[in-house]
């Protein structure tokens, strides 16, 4: 049996750390080992990972004396790791039982494989209760090749953080997360695995993620559409900087994703109208174009020009009548398909 190496960052969650860990430890996994590190925080984190390592020899626990951030956090467990394969997983997160063992064993049997990732439930901030018991396709997996792996992430990020076990000695030949890349780190490094590897995917849930207040990345999201998508552009950017060559379709996949993207910002742009921040609204559409001018013949650009042509105060008047129009259309539409 293969081992596993897993880094828990932890920032304020000492309430979540057992939970974390033990469902690490509860792996069938013969080799596993946890490195808690405590970056600096002001809570109970330090007493709880003290308590962990007390109880079971498997259980590293470092401390940082000041806050490094989570990016420093991640390539210091990167160095620490040392097992044939290994999982950064948010202490505010917890694996389902056969994540790491699945993992392993898909790695095991395909070497091309440089990663691994699965489906993961979202926890909002009332789910207290372990969701073990779910619908899905243990069974089920699929290995893509790297440049299709490449072409179904687009440019979003679709490999749910704590679900991704990936191979350590490539992690180590590839390096570190980029600091210039706070909150977009992870979709630029799967896309700097797949130029070097093939990738697996599961059918089954691996790992639950909390979606929480204290979410630093909700906080982001939240704060602007415009940083999201300059942090998406910024991974694409590392990304053909540094791994074009690898490429055959370089300068035709590039081009795709910042389509995608900039129809993505049409789409936000359109939202910041019917909420009616025409300023915002602006700013993104702006945007869009700046990153591919095509995107002036897409579709989501019709609509929005459609809305500013009528008017923000007629559109408020108009928008439930199209609502309406259009779920008419959709039913119409699975009648029709039914009876054919």
């Given at each position: 049996m293969s081992s596993v190496?897993?880094?828990?960052?932890?920032?304020?969650?000492g309430?979540?750390?057992?939970?974390?860990?033990?469902?690490?430890?509860?792996?069938?996994?013969?080799?596993?080992?946890?490195?808690?590190?405590?970056?600096?925080?002001?809570?109970?984190?330090?007493?709880?990972?003290?308590?962990l390592v007390?109880?079971?020899?498997?259980?590293?626990?470092?401390?940082?004396?000041?806050n490094k951030g989570h990016i420093a956090t991640y390539n210091?467990?990167?160095?620490?790791?040392?097992?044939?394969y290994m999982l950064i997983l948010s202490a505010d997160d917890y694996l389902l039982p056969g994540a790491l063992n699945r993992a392993a064993n898909l790695m095991d049997a395909h070497p091309e494989v440089g990663f691994t990732f699965g489906k993961a439930i979202a926890l909002n901030?009332?789910?207290?209760?372990?969701?073990?018991?779910?619908?899905?396709?243990?069974?089920?997996?699929?290995?893509?090749?790297?440049?299709?792996?490449?072409?179904?992430?687009?440019?979003?990020?679709i490999v749910p953080t704590p679900t991704a076990v990936v191979r350590t000695a490539l992690q180590k030949r590839l390096g570190g997360y980029l600091t210039n890349l706070p909150h977009s780190g992870d979709m630029e490094m799967w896309m700097r695995f797949a130029a070097h590897s093939s990738v697996g995917i599961f059918g089954a849930y691996q790992a639950v993620y909390r979606r929480h207040s204290g979410n630093m990345s909700l906080d982001y999201f939240a704060k602007s559409w415009l940083a999201d998508l300059e942090q998406r552009k910024a991974a694409i950017d590392c990304f053909f900087?540094?791994?074009?060559?690898?490429?055959?379709?370089?300068?035709?996949?590039?081009?795709?994703?910042?389509?995608?993207?900039?129809?993505?910002?049409?789409?936000?742009?359109?939202s910041a109208f019917n909420e009616r921040k025409?300023?915002?609204?602006?700013?993104?559409?702006?945007?869009?174009?700046?990153?591919?001018?095509?995107?002036?013949?897409?579709?989501?650009?019709?609509?929005?020009?459609?809305?500013?042509?009528?008017?923000?105060?007629?559109?408020?008047?108009?928008?439930?009548?199209?609502a309406v129009t259009r779920q008419a259309g959709s039913r119409l539409r699975l009648i029709g398909k039914a009876g054919a």
């Open positions: 190496d897993v880094i828990v960052p932890c920032y304020r969650y309430h979540f750390l057992r939970e974390c860990v033990e469902s690490v430890l509860a792996e069938s996994v013969l080799c596993v080992r946890v490195l808690i590190i405590d970056d600096a925080s002001p809570d109970n984190t330090a007493e709880v990972a003290s308590d007390r109880e079971d020899s498997r259980v590293t626990f470092l401390r940082h004396t000041t210091e467990g990167i160095e620490w790791a040392s097992a044939d901030d009332g789910g207290t209760t372990k969701i073990t018991n779910v619908a899905a396709d243990q069974a089920s997996w699929r290995i893509l090749g790297g440049l299709e792996f490449i072409e179904l992430n687009g440019a979003r990020n900087q540094t791994r074009s060559h690898l490429l055959s379709n370089a300068p035709q996949l590039r081009r795709k994703l910042f389509w995608s993207l900039g129809c993505e910002a049409v789409g936000f742009s359109s025409m300023e915002a609204s602006e700013q993104l559409s702006t945007y869009a174009l700046e990153l591919c001018p095509e995107v002036k013949w897409s579709l989501p650009w019709t609509k929005l020009a459609c809305k500013r042509r009528v008017g923000p105060r007629a559109w408020r008047v108009l928008r439930p009548v199209v």
